[in-house]
C-alpha cells in the first residue's frame, strides 16, 4: 500500500497517518512483545512511515523510577533495521506515569538534555526526527524549554521540534525562540476543544497537527466493551465509564455514515469515519493534520490506513457536527490536574 506523504510545519515530511506507539505498551492492557513489534513493522510495510513513542511510555523496570522507556526500547528493535524508512517522534516532560498530579512535569535545559541523551541511546539512534515538549513546565516560561531544545537542534541530535497540549499563546511564545513543526494534542470527533484557539494558531502559524487518540482510544471504533474499559486505565473514567451508554449515540452516527461508504470493497468503519473527519477538519481550518492512531493488532493498522480512500460530504461533516455536541464527560482524566491540558488553561 502506498500513503501520500504531507509536510507539517518547519519541512518536516511525513505519512498522511501516523502510528502511536502508546498502544504497544501496557497502558490499555498487556501486550505481547514479540506481537507489538510484529504490528510496528507491519505498519511500516504499509506505509506508515511517521511513528510516534515518549520516554514515559511502557511498564516500568522492577526497582525503576522516572520514565519507563521501555517503550522506546521497543521501537528501537523495530528501527534497528528499518531506520532510514521512518519519521520518528519521541517526547520528553512527563517524570513518571502515576496518580499524583503534582510535580509531574519538567522542562529545565538540564532535564530536556538529560532526557534526549537517554531516548537516543533507547531508540538506537543518532538524530530524532521530531522531539517533543511533552507537556509544559509552568514552572518556567515556556521559551527557556525551547531554547534548551534548539540547542540540541543546533548539535544535531533532533532534527524538528514539537509541542504537546500547549495554549495558542504558549505556541506563539515558542515560535519567537524557534520554529515548531508539529503541535500534538488529543482531537477527534468527540474532542474538539482545541478548535477554539490551538488549531487556528497552528494554521496560522504554519504548524502542522498530530492528534493523538484520533479514535478516542479505542471509543470511536465501536469495539469498545465496558469490560476492556476495566481492565484499562479507562476505568472510572466519566467519558468511557459512566457515560459508556450516552456517548454510544456518537458511534452510531459514525457507522450510519460508514455506510455510504465502500474501502477495499467492504463497508467502511467507524474507524475510517472518524480518521476521515479529522483529515477532512484540517482541510477546513487549512493546515496539515496527521493522526496517530495506535493498536496491537496488524489488521486495525491496514483498516486505518483504509481511512485514506474515505471521503466524506460537507452533509456527512454537518451531522458530524451535530452528533459531537451529544458527547458527555471531559476529556481529561479524573487523576490529572486542571493544567494537564491545554482547554483549562485558554
Keep these: 500500500m502506498t500513503i501520500p506523504t504531507i509536510h507539517l510545519g518547519d519541512g518536516l515530511e511525513v505519512s498522511q497517518l501516523g502510528f502511536g506507539g502508546m498502544a504497544l505498551s501496557h497502558v490499555y492492557g498487556d501486550v505481547n512483545e514479540e506481537q507489538a513489534e510484529r504490528t510496528l513493522h ?25 520514565p519507563a522507556g521501555t517503550n522506546e526500547e521497543l521501537v528501537g528493535r523495530v528501527l534497528a533495521s528499518r531506520r532510514d524508512e521512518v519519521q520518528l517522534a519521541t517526547k520528553f516532560g512527563i517524570t513518571g506515569l502515576s496518580n499524583n498530579p503534582e510535580t509531574r512535569v519538567r522542562g529545565d535545559r538540564e532535564y530536556v538534555r538529560q532526557c534526549c541523551e537517554e531516548s537516543l541511546r533507547r531508540l538506537g539512534v543518532d538524530t530524532i526526527d521530531l522531539y517533543y515538549m511533552h507537556r509544559p ?40 525562540v524557534h520554529p515548531i513543526a508539529a503541535v500534538q494534542s488529543e482531537w477527534s470527533v468527540w474532542s474538539r476543544d482545541v478548535e477554539n484557539n490551538v488549531v487556528p494558531a497552528a494554521s496560522e502559524l504554519g504548524v502542522g497537527f498530530v492528534p493523538y487518540s484520533p479514535l478516542g482510544r479505542g471509543f470511536l471504533t465501536g469495539t469498545l466493551t465496558k469490560e476492556k474499559i476495566q481492565a484499562s486505565i479507562l476505568a472510572d473514567q466519566p467519558r468511557y465509564d459512566q457515560n459508556f451508554d450516552a456517548n454510544q449515540v456518537v458511534v452510531a452516527e459514525l457507522r450510519a455514515v460508514a455506510t455510504n461508504h465502500v474501502v477495499n470493497g467492504h463497508t467502511a468503519t467507524p474507524a475510517q469515519v472518524a480518521l476521515a473527519w479529522l483529515r477532512k477538519q484540517g482541510e477546513h481550518y487549512g493546515l496539515p493534520v496527521v493522526p496517530i492512531p495506535g493498536t496491537s493488532k496488524i489488521e486495525r493498522v491496514q483498516e486505518n490506513a483504509g481511512s485514506l480512500a474515505v471521503d466524506l460530504t460537507d452533509e456527512e461533516m454537518q451531522r458530524l457536527d451535530e452528533v459531537s455536541k451529544n458527547v458527555q464527560g471531559e476529556r481529561n482524566f479524573t487523576f490529572t490536574g486542571p493544567n494537564w491540558l491545554s482547554h483549562h488553561r485558554e
Excluded: W
Excluded at 504499509?46 to 525503576?64: L, Q, S, W
Design 137 to 176: 513546565d509552568l514552572s518556567r516560561p515556556i521559551e527557556e524549554t525551547v531554547q534548551a531544545m534548539a540547542e540540541l537542534v543546533r548539535e544535531g541530535k533532533v532534527r524538528h521540534l514539537g509541542l504537546s497540549e500547549v495554549t495558542a499563546p504558549e505556541l506563539r511564545a515558542a515560535m519567537t
Design 42 to 66: 507491519a505498519a511500516i510495510d504499509c506505509g506508515i512511515t511517521f511513528i510516534d513513542t515518549a520516554n514515559v511510555y511502557g511498564k516500568p523496570r522492577p526497582g525503576t523510577t522516572g
